[in-house]
């Protein structure tokens, strides 16, 4: 199910952005990139539809994904 990243409260969409662009094999490139550049990227795929919050009633667990592999 896809939830509406805005119905989340600010910080709880934060840290799940966090979470997400911390996990183990999340690439980013040659380049080193900080945690609020990465944070901010993902935010702007957010904004821009080309991400989504996405949560599992199965596990319970919600991930940030890609619009295009749904």
């Known amino acids: 199910m896809i939830i509406p990243w805005e119905q989340l409260q600010t ?3 934060t840290s799940l952005i966090k979470e997400f662009v ?6 980013y490139g040659f380049n080193e990139t900080s945690m609020d550049t990465r944070i901010d990227q993902v935010r702007a795929k957010l904004t821009s539809g080309e991400a989504v919050v996405l949560f599992s009633q199965s596990t319970g667990l919600c991930n940030i994904v890609a619009r295009e592999r749904l």
Do not use: P
């Open 11 to 13: 910080d709880t969409l």
């Open 22 to 27: 911390t996990r183990d094999g999340t690439d």
